[in-house]
C-alpha cells in the first residue's frame, strides 16, 4: 500500500468553494491513476473524479462543470477544487490510487448555511 494523506476539509456554505490535496509522501514511483471518492452518511462510497499521469480526466455526472482534478506530477500530489457546493455534496473525501490499492484517512466536507 502506499501511504496517502488528505487535507483541505471544511464547512462550507451552499455555493462557496473548497480545495481538497492529496499527497503521496516518500513515494519514488509516479503513481499512474489518482481519484477522489466520497462517502455521504448511509450511502455507499462513490467515484468523484480521476486523472492519470497523462492528466486525462473523468467525473461523475452530477459534480461535472463544478468540480476540477489536477495533479502535480513531481509531488504526487492530487487536487480536487470544488465549486458551486451543494448540501448533497457534503461527504467524506477520501483519495485512492489503485495500483497498488490505497485509501488515505478521509476528509470531511460539510456543504450547509
Known amino acids: 500500500q502506499v501511504q496517502l494523506v488528505e487535507s483541505g476539509g471544511g464547512l462550507v456554505q451552499p455555493g462557496g468553494s473548497l480545495r481538497l490535496s492529496c499527497v503521496a509522501p516518500g513515494t519514488m514511483f509516479t503513481i499512474a491513476v489518482m481519484d477522489w471518492y466520497r462517502q455521504a452518511p448511509g450511502k455507499q462510497r462513490e467515484f468523484v473524479a480521476s486523472?492519470?499521469?497523462?492528466?486525462?480526466?473523468n467525473y461523475r455526472d452530477a459534480v461535472k462543470g463544478r468540480f476540477t482534478i489536477s495533479r502535480e506530477h513531481a509531488k504526487n500530489t492530487v487536487y480536487l477544487q470544488m465549486s458551486s457546493l451543494k448540501p448533497e455534496d457534503t461527504a467524506v473525501y477520501y483519495c485512492?490510487?489503485?495500483?497498488?490499492?490505497?485509501w488515505g484517512q478521509g476528509t470531511q466536507v460539510t456543504v450547509s448555511s
Open positions: 485512492h490510487i489503485p495500483h497498488p490499492n490505497s
Open positions: 486523472i492519470t499521469s497523462g492528466s486525462t480526466t
